[in-house]
C-alpha cells in the first residue's frame, strides 16, 4: 500500500509535492519509439500501445500506434507527430509504462523516475523485460507536471 514506503523518504516527498515540484497530475509525452519487435497476424502488422500505470492502478493508455512499417523491416521505428500523450492523475513516484502488442502481448516495461531531474527533458530510455533483461528496444518520452493546457 501507500503507508509502507520508506519511512525515511517520505519527508523529502512531502517537501516535493508541497514545492509544486511533483503534483497530483503528470502527462508522459511520448515522442517516438526506437526498434520495436514485430509480429504480424495473418500478414497484417501488429501494432502497439502504451500503458501508463503507478504499480496500482492503470492510469491512461494510448491508442494503437505503428505496424505500418514495410514487411521486411525487422524493427519498427515510430515518430509520434503529435506525441502520444497519457495523462494521468497520481502523485506516484514512479511511472511505469508498459509496451503491448495490441493484441495484448507485453514486450517490455519502463520506469520512469519523477525525482529524477532528467524527466523533465526529452530523453531515452530502454524497455526491459519482466526479468529486468533490457528488450533491445527503446521510447523517447518527457515528463510533464502538473495541469496541462
Same mark, same amino acid.
Given at each position: 500500500?501507500?503507508?509502507?514506503?520508506?519511512?525515511?523518504?517520505?519527508? /523529502?516527498?512531502?517537501?516535493? #509535492?508541497?514545492?509544486?515540484?511533483?503534483?497530483?497530475?503528470? =502527462?508522459?509525452?511520448?515522442?517516438?519509439?526506437?526498434?520495436?519487435?514485430?509480429? @504480424?497476424?495473418?500478414?497484417?502488422?501488429?501494432? @502497439?500501445?502504451?500503458?501508463?500505470?503507478?504499480?496500482?492502478?492503470?492510469?491512461?493508455?494510448?491508442?494503437?500506434?505503428?505496424?505500418?512499417?514495410?514487411?521486411?523491416?525487422?524493427?519498427?521505428?515510430?515518430?509520434? +507527430?503529435?506525441?502520444?500523450?497519457? !495523462?494521468?492523475?497520481?502523485?506516484?513516484? #514512479?511511472? /511505469?509504462?508498459?509496451?503491448?502488442? &495490441?493484441?495484448?502481448? =507485453?514486450?517490455?516495461?519502463?520506469?520512469?523516475?519523477?525525482?529524477?531531474?532528467?524527466?523533465?527533458?526529452?530523453?531515452? @530510455?530502454?524497455?526491459?523485460?519482466?526479468?529486468? +533483461?533490457? &528488450?533491445?528496444?527503446?521510447? !523517447?518520452?518527457?515528463?510533464?507536471?502538473? /495541469?496541462? &493546457?
Amino acid at each position: 500500500g501507500a503507508m509502507d514506503s520508506g519511512v525515511a523518504s517520505s519527508g /523529502q516527498w512531502e517537501t516535493l #509535492v508541497r514545492s509544486g515540484m511533483i503534483t497530483d497530475r503528470v =502527462t508522459v509525452r511520448i515522442s517516438s519509439l526506437l526498434d520495436l519487435p514485430r509480429r @504480424y497476424d495473418q500478414g497484417h502488422a501488429i501494432p @502497439y500501445i502504451i500503458r501508463a500505470s503507478d504499480g496500482d492502478h492503470d492510469l491512461g493508455i494510448s491508442s494503437e500506434v505503428g505496424g505500418s512499417a514495410p514487411m521486411d523491416v525487422d524493427r519498427e521505428t515510430i515518430s509520434l +507527430n503529435p506525441p502520444v500523450k497519457l !495523462e494521468a492523475a497520481t502523485a506516484s513516484k #514512479v511511472i /511505469q509504462l508498459s509496451l503491448e502488442f &495490441a493484441d495484448g502481448e =507485453t514486450i517490455g516495461f519502463c520506469h520512469i523516475s519523477r525525482l529524477d531531474p532528467r524527466s523533465a527533458k526529452p530523453n531515452k @530510455y530502454r524497455w526491459s523485460d519482466s526479468d529486468d +533483461n533490457p &528488450a533491445q528496444c527503446g521510447v !523517447e518520452l518527457v515528463l510533464v507536471e502538473g /495541469q496541462v &493546457a
